[in-house]
């Protein structure tokens, strides 16, 4: 590949990761993986199984008490049909730029599997910030503590999660423990939310949701009136009796008094849209991010970052980032999901999205390795849409570089406020 003054500019920035959900340094050090569990232990278990590959094999490649060679072979066949695939591409680039293999085989891997300099206190810094180049990485750890992280305190920065809120989902032990409310009606709970953010939302970067996995993104306003019934259904009845149509509307109060909050505190609002991990579960009719054009209007000061290109239904996206004010477009994950049709996505946001909407890269995943490769596929998917405009005469050069240091970088600085929460941390580390 010819070096350009693109390629290189790319190259060289330090890049904002918007999503991850990092394991912290303890895990990666104690408990981290081998090398199976690390070249496929992020999202490409989804297409093995999409491929063929067995329930068996798939416990075996995670099984570290086993022989290496052996638990390759099990899922060999389906790795030769997913290889190519996004999630098989971040696959050989953690193997290629961590451990040195340019293809894998039994033998190969079994002479790689030495992990111990490479889950020593440190690296897993060194890995995201020198490897991968990042500015730093904004973790969902799926709880309301921000807790600075002590291998990185202003590197590693944390969204306050509201996922279990969206879904309607009351957990009476966990607010008291962190609130010492008891909650007992609508005001009690809306004092218990208050709480949450007073205590934490300082040392957050932005508040983030996924309820889009449990739940349709469609969202409706709710009277206090209406929510109190259902609080007090999910207060009284056992789970089991609880209803769909009562969460929902319990879970859209929540939602929307936690973009309030989010928005009182300055707090951009990350939820989750399109595409589910896993196999066999995924009900499209949810996942459109525009479900959510009532929420949208409703909170207009609000920032919503939209999440991994609400794939597949990418032109929506397009329409709705160019429509309202108050929507980022994330590309997480996508890049690894479908890096040719986010490459397009890409291209047609530079034609239709005002340029300081779109932040650029996501990792999504829980180890460093899995970010790295993320970050490099999302850097050479960059660089094509761009080489693509230049190519097709709609941008010089000058402005392709402007335009990445923008998505990768600028936008982001722009919309989180980045220094007073590093700074936040700071003092309460």
Known sequence: METTDLTHHIQSIRLVDTHEHMKREVEWVENGPDILQDLFGNYVPADLVTAGASPDAMRNLMDASQDVASRFEGIRDAWEATQFTGYGEAVSLIAKHIYGLDELTGDGLAGANNLKGLRAPGKRYHILHDLAKLDHIQTDDFSWQCDPDTSGPTFFLYDLSWATFCNGQIDLSAIHAETGIEVNNLNSLKNAMMEIFENHARCAIAVKSQHAYNRTLDWTERSDAEASTA??????????????????????????????????????????????????????????AGNMCALFARYLNAKFVLMHIAYPYNDELVALAKHYRNIWVDFCWAWSIDPYSSRDFLRRCIHAVPSNKLFAFGGDTGWPTSAMAYAIQARNEIRRALEAEIADGYLSEKQAMAFATRIMRTNQYDCFDIGTTQSNIVRAA
């Not at 879970?251 to 707090?267: P, S």
């Not at 595409?275 to 949810?286: K, L």
């Open 231 to 288: 609080l007090n259904a999910v207060l009284t009845k056992p789970a089991a009796e609880i209803d769909e149509a009562t969460r929902l509307c319990l879970g859209d109060w929540c939602w929307a008094r936690g973009v309030e909050l989010a928005t009182a505190y300055n707090l951009p609002f990350k939820i989750h849209t399109g595409y589910y991990a896993g196999n066999d579960r995924m009900p499209v009719r949810r996942i459109p």
